[in-house]
């Protein structure tokens, strides 16, 4: 099973005792799975649900609170929705259904949002709303740069109800398009795990917060290891490009060098890998760090001026190309 699929499993099972709690998560589930159509000059009201269990459900709290039956059909999937769905339509009634849950308006007009008693009811009632819309259209991806709780709206003001909402509950939810369509978008990782937990999906929150972090560590080993690669490969661009130079002030001098001067360079091209601390141990006596730069550095630029002065090419022509002094 996916992620959403696991998550919608879970909360299919949740059942708030409180009956606002309820009437806002029915609510916001028909106004996000469909909502309102036409039949024969009647107002229906329909739901298309991705699972059988969840229609049963939808079923029996219809039943339960509005003391309507609905009809349950098994639709099979064609055209642009794959996968088979079940429909859970209320004709007989449904007008009335449609204005008893705020999907019609006293003048017989569909709510474009969701109904201002939801969204500004109790933190149970705002819980809900959002159970029902992401049971309806939630989607949630795996941790990582592109990880997002998304739910597709039916309209713009429909998901500014729902951003509204998640304000309440503490979770910073933003509202946007793609490609035409209204969503609202949860990114934040510690506000997807938020956003579970307040939708009831308890167990869900706590897999995907441990998912999350195991990636966090995971990735931050990833950065450790390129940043020591990109160490490395410097260190070896930067003994390839003195080691070059090296030879080449040699070449130059001939035997005009100094003799502690060759000394220092022969000891660079003796062990191109050292470092400078390491090159002084080598030595004879035994010379610090410091020393044994002032040297090479020394050597390069007498091999420099001389160069300059004959006319010919110095010691950074000796580098390879990429390399870094």
Same mark, same amino acid.
Not at 88 to 113: C, F, H, N, S, W
Not at 193 to 208: C, K
């Given at each position: 099973?996916? =992620?959403?699929?696991?998550?919608?499993?879970?909360? %299919?099972?949740?059942?708030?005792?409180?009956?606002?709690?309820?009437?806002?998560?029915? %609510?916001?589930?028909?106004?996000?799975?469909?909502?309102?159509?036409?039949?024969?000059?009647?107002?229906?009201?329909?739901?298309?649900?991705?699972?059988?269990?969840?229609?049963?459900?939808? #079923?029996?709290?219809?039943?339960?609170?509005?003391?309507?039956?609905?009809? @349950?059909?098994?639709?099979?999937?064609?055209?642009?929705?794959?996968?088979?769905?079940?429909?859970?339509?209320?004709?007989?009634?449904?007008?009335? @259904?449609?204005?008893? %849950?705020?999907?019609?308006?006293?003048?017989?007009?569909?709510?474009?949002?969701?109904?201002?008693?939801?969204?500004?009811?109790?933190?149970?009632?705002?819980?809900?709303?959002?159970?029902?819309?992401?049971?309806?259209?939630?989607?949630?991806?795996?941790?990582?740069?592109?990880?997002? @709780?998304?739910? %597709? /709206?039916?309209?713009?003001?429909?998901?500014?109800?729902?951003?509204?909402?998640?304000?309440?509950?503490? $979770?910073? *939810?933003?509202?946007?398009?793609?490609?035409?369509?209204?969503?609202?978008?949860?990114?934040?990782?510690?506000? $997807?795990? =938020?956003?579970? *937990?307040?939708?009831?999906?308890?167990?869900?929150?706590?897999?995907?917060?441990?998912?999350?972090?195991?990636?966090?560590?995971? #990735?931050?080993?990833?950065?450790?290891?390129?940043?020591?690669?990109?160490?490395?490969?410097?260190?070896?661009?930067?003994?390839?490009?003195? /080691?070059?130079?090296?030879?080449?002030?040699?070449?130059?001098?001939?035997?005009?060098?100094?003799?502690?001067?060759?000394?220092?360079?022969?000891?660079?091209?003796?062990?191109?890998?050292?470092?400078?601390?390491?090159?002084?141990?080598?030595?004879?006596?035994?010379?610090?760090?410091?020393?044994?730069?002032?040297? $090479?550095?020394?050597?390069? #630029?007498? #091999?420099?001026?001389?160069?300059?002065?004959?006319? $010919?090419?110095?010691?950074?022509?000796?580098?390879?190309?990429?390399?870094?002094?």
């Amino acid at each position: 099973m996916s =992620l959403t699929a696991d998550v919608k499993a879970e909360l %299919t099972s949740v059942r708030d005792p409180r009956p606002s709690a309820r009437v806002a998560e029915l %609510t916001s589930l028909l106004r996000f799975s469909g909502g309102l159509h036409s039949i024969a000059n009647r107002v229906a009201v329909e739901a298309e649900l991705e699972s059988d269990a969840l229609a049963r459900r939808v #079923a029996r709290d219809l039943i339960e609170l509005y003391g309507v039956r609905p009809e @349950l059909v098994h639709v099979q999937g064609s055209g642009a929705r794959s996968g088979s769905h079940y429909a859970v339509r209320v004709i007989e009634g449904g007008e009335t @259904l449609a204005r008893q %849950t705020g999907l019609l308006d006293q003048r017989r007009r569909p709510v474009r949002g969701l109904p201002n008693k939801l969204t500004t009811g109790s933190r149970a009632d705002l819980a809900g709303v959002w159970r029902g819309a992401f049971l309806a259209a939630g989607s949630l991806s795996e941790p990582g740069r592109s990880a997002a @709780l998304e739910i %597709t /709206c039916p309209a713009p003001e429909a998901a500014m109800a729902l951003v509204g909402a998640a304000h309440r509950l503490g $979770i910073p *939810a933003k509202a946007r398009e793609v490609r035409g369509v209204p969503r609202v978008v949860v990114r934040e990782g510690e506000a $997807i795990r =938020l956003a579970l *937990a307040h939708m009831g999906a308890q167990r869900a929150a706590a897999e995907w917060d441990q998912m999350r972090q195991r990636r966090e560590v995971r #990735a931050g080993v990833n950065r450790l290891v390129n940043f020591d690669d990109a160490n490395l490969r410097r260190s070896a661009q930067a003994a390839v490009a003195a /080691c070059a130079r090296v030879e080449r002030a040699l070449e130059i001098l001939g035997d005009d060098v100094p003799e502690h001067l060759r000394e220092a360079g022969a000891l660079r091209l003796a062990h191109r890998d050292a470092s400078l601390d390491e090159l002084g141990h080598h030595a004879e006596p035994a010379l610090t760090k410091d020393a044994v730069a002032g040297r $090479i550095r020394r050597l390069l #630029a007498m #091999a420099d001026k001389k160069a300059e002065v004959d006319g $010919i090419p110095g010691t950074e022509s000796a580098v390879p190309a990429g390399a870094e002094d």
